[in-house]
Structures are given as C-alpha cells and as structure tokens.
C-alpha cells in the first residue's frame, strides 16, 4: 500500500511540474473557436514514454477536419527501458509501422515539416491535451512552420460534450483501439465533427 502511495504521489507532483513548466514556457494560445477554413482544423495527437518531465515522443498523427490531409509518424530509436509500463504494454503493441513511416527522430522531423508545408494553406492545431503541442512543437523545431497558426483548439472543453464523447467513443469501438495516434485523432476528428452536426 506504501508502495502505491508513493507511486501516485510521485505522479502528481510530475504532472504539477509539468503544468509549472507549460505556464511559465508556454507559447501557444488556446482557443476555442475557430477561425477561418474549417476544413483546416489539424487534429493533433501524439504518444510519448511516460508522463513525467523526460518525456519522449514515440509517435504523432494529424488528420485535417475534412479527412483529405493525414499524417503519420513513428519513432524506432527510442529505448525501450525509458518506456513506462503502460506504454509497453498499450502502446508499444500497436506500433507497427514499417519504414519510412517508421523511423528516426530526423527521419520524423523530415516527413513532418515537408507534410506541414505541403498543406494547401494555414492550419490550426486542435488537441486535447498541451503535452501534444509541446511534444509537436519539439520536434518540429525552429522556426515554426507559416503553415500552422501559433495558436490552437482546446478540444478539452470539448471531450466531455456527451454527443462529442459519444461519437468519439463510437469510433474506437469500431475496431480502432485507444492509444495509437492515428486512431486518436480520428476519434477527435469524429467526435468534433458530431459535434458541429448537432450545433447546425
């Protein structure tokens, strides 16, 4: 029981840390309208090792609202020892991309900012999490892409809407598990998209 208290005390106090740094660092506004092209709303997620300030990133997705645009990446060259018992055991199995989408941190980098740029016009970030735009905006790099807009979606306020979450839920019952990027921001993308049904 000590054991399990010490556990989840350590995790709060990594997330707190985290939350400190994201204040005091952050740079990305979080809105949540949006404004301009809807179809342009970039779905973001990301997997990573663990939750704690060491986090690494494994993979990352993006699919824009109107399904045409879709990205996806993953890391072959991270430790597998830096990998919390979660992600080995949820994460991990899931990821089995082969080569080019498979790859190196360059490898990632690369394909990312070549898709980015390759968008037909300006992108906005929607996410449901702040980890997701911190992990993106590190391996991006400098500077930031002119196609993607320095703020995003707060889809956080959104996730708890029951037609949003249901709709969400609805998607990764279908045969695409939690937990595997791709997947995850095609369960935001669907649970957005019924969202805006339902408001018109």
Known sequence: MRKLMRFWIGRVFRILDLTIIR??????????????????I????????????????????????????EFYGERNDVPLRICSRFVREAVLPLMTAQPPISGDFANLRTRLRAFIEGLPEQGQLACDSFYDIDLLTWVIGEPWPKKLAPNRLDLNQWTSIPVFANAQALYHESGHPYHHALNDVHGLRAGYLAWLKNAS
Not at 23 to 40: L, Q
Not at 49 to 58: F, G, K, N, Y
Request: charged fraction near 30%.
């Open 23 to 40: 204040t005091i660092y952050g740079r990305h506004d979080r809105k949540m309208a949006f404004e301009g092209d809807e179809s342009m």
């Open 42 to 69: 970039l779905f973001l997620d990301t997997e990573f090792t663990d939750i704690s300030p060491e986090m690494v990133l494994l993979s990352v997705a993006m699919v824009s609202a109107d399904g045409r645009h």
